[in-house]
């Protein structure tokens, strides 16, 4: 007795839900599956690189289908990694991240102070950012970004810094960070063009006025730079 097949309609929705819950399980399953031109990009429009098959995706379509990084990634999460292999695995990273011209929310765990993810991220139309970024020269290559997420405390280190890295973001309309600045009304008294200011806690004082202001959580790291649903 035959085993029943499944309309190709549903079939291929099956697919891809199960593709984009798990995009290298998904480029894995691929050569076994015929998918309509320009669906395959599809697949790499989110990558988490902490997973090791994400990893593994990305560098192996650089190097043998670069057109679905062009194509496809829109958002990337990219860990720490202090490894031994750490030089040649950010190599292979940077490699990839430049083709990802299409590429607008990115995070990443280590600092923008990088020369060359600098240069790669200002030929990006980045729109949303989570990183470690705090100097000034960086706001240079993000001229189109909307919405960052800090990693750093702005409650240590120098606030003049901070308040000249966000007020040179000539898009900037949200920011999120980990830390609050030690007055909070009078900093972003200095950030005019800021809409939204979100903060995982409060200072136990001053208590801040300005309703600017949003207090919340978040579950995911990547979370700020995020399409879905969140801060």
């Known amino acids: 007795m035959s085993a029943p097949l499944l309309p190709p309609e549903l079939e291929r929705h099956i697919f891809l839900l199960a593709a984009h819950k798990d995009p290298p399980t998904?480029?894995?399953?691929?050569?076994?599956?015929?998918?309509?031109?320009?669906?395959?990009?599809?697949?790499y429009e989110g990558l988490d690189l902490y997973h090791t098959r994400s990893l593994v995706a990305l560098i192996s379509a650089a190097k043998q289908k670069p057109h679905l990084l062009r194509l496809g990634v829109e958002q990337l999460m990219i860990p720490y990694s202090d490894s031994r292999e750490g030089?040649?695995?950010?190599?292979?990273?940077?490699?990839?991240?430049?083709?990802?011209?299409?590429?607008?929310r990115p995070t990443?765990?280590?600092s923008l102070g990088s020369t060359t993810v600098l240069e790669i991220l200002s030929n990006l139309p980045l729109r949303r950012l989570v990183a470690s970024a705090r100097i000034v020269e960086a706001a240079q290559s993000l001229k189109h970004?909307?919405?960052?997420e800090s990693f750093?405390?702005?409650?240590?280190?120098?606030?003049a810094d901070s308040l000249a890295f966000l007020a040179a973001l000539p898009a900037l309309t949200h920011f999120a960070s980990v830390d609050p600045p030690p007055d909070i009304d009078t900093w972003l008294k200095a950030l005019p063009r800021l809409r939204v200011l979100v903060l995982f806690h409060l200072p136990e004082?001053?208590?801040?006025?300005?309703?600017r202001l949003a207090v919340t959580f978040w579950e995911l790291w990547h979370e700020g730079a995020c399409d879905e649903e969140s801060y």
């Open 152 to 159: 750093d405390s702005m409650s240590r280190g120098s606030s």
């Open 87 to 104: 030089d040649l695995e950010r190599q292979n990273v940077n490699d990839a991240l430049r083709l990802c011209v299409r590429l607008q």
């Open 205 to 211: 004082s001053p208590s801040p006025t300005d309703q």
């Open 26 to 43: 998904g480029a894995i399953l691929l050569p076994f599956y015929e998918l309509p031109a320009g669906v395959e990009p599809t697949l």
């Open 145 to 148: 970004l909307t919405h960052l």
């Open 108 to 110: 990443l765990a280590s």
